[in-house]
């Protein structure tokens, strides 16, 4: 009868388990759902990021608006507190008799194919008295 011999790097007589290698096939197939996990928590943050944007354009439309601005600069102001080139949609709109609401909505693409959300906020501010500013000149 022939004698086998151990593998390389396996003392003789030692017994290789069924499972062996079991843990590199279970890992093999961990990291692809990790990676996802990964991406869709980056994806959450940059989520945040956009809400905390609108909301600041919106402050900052509603605080032009309320120091007695005209509509167009308050979402001028609204549009210069987001990041060049970002789209946006900007309303001004009067909130009462002495109110001014201002809205600003960010379209946001997200990872693996999902539809586009689109992040928005709100700011209302009263209005204050006195004359408006003047314009600075060059």
Do not use: C, K
């Not at 017994?15 to 197939?29: F, H, R």
């Not at 308050?74 to 001014?100: E, K, M, N, T």
């Not at 997200?110 to 539809?115: K, R, S």
């Amino acid at each position: 009868m022939p004698t086998l011999s151990a593998p390389p790097g396996l003392e003789p007589g030692r017994v290789i388990s069924a499972t062996a290698g079991s843990v590199t096939v279970e890992l093999a197939a961990a990291i692809p759902l990790l990676v996802a996990v990964t991406l869709a928590m980056v994806s959450l943050l940059g989520l945040a990021r956009d809400q905390v944007l609108a909301q600041g354009a919106a402050r900052e439309g509603a605080r032009e608006a309320a120091i007695g601005g005209d509509q167009t600069r308050a979402a001028a102001a609204a549009r210069a507190a987001l990041p060049p080139g970002r789209a946006a949609r900007v309303v001004v709109a009067a909130a009462g008799s002495d109110r001014v609401r201002v809205s600003v909505e960010l379209p946001v693409r997200l990872p693996f194919g999902a539809p586009l959300v689109t992040i928005g906020a709100n700011a209302v501010a009263a209005q204050e008295p006195g004359p408006p500013p003047t314009p600075a000149g060059p």
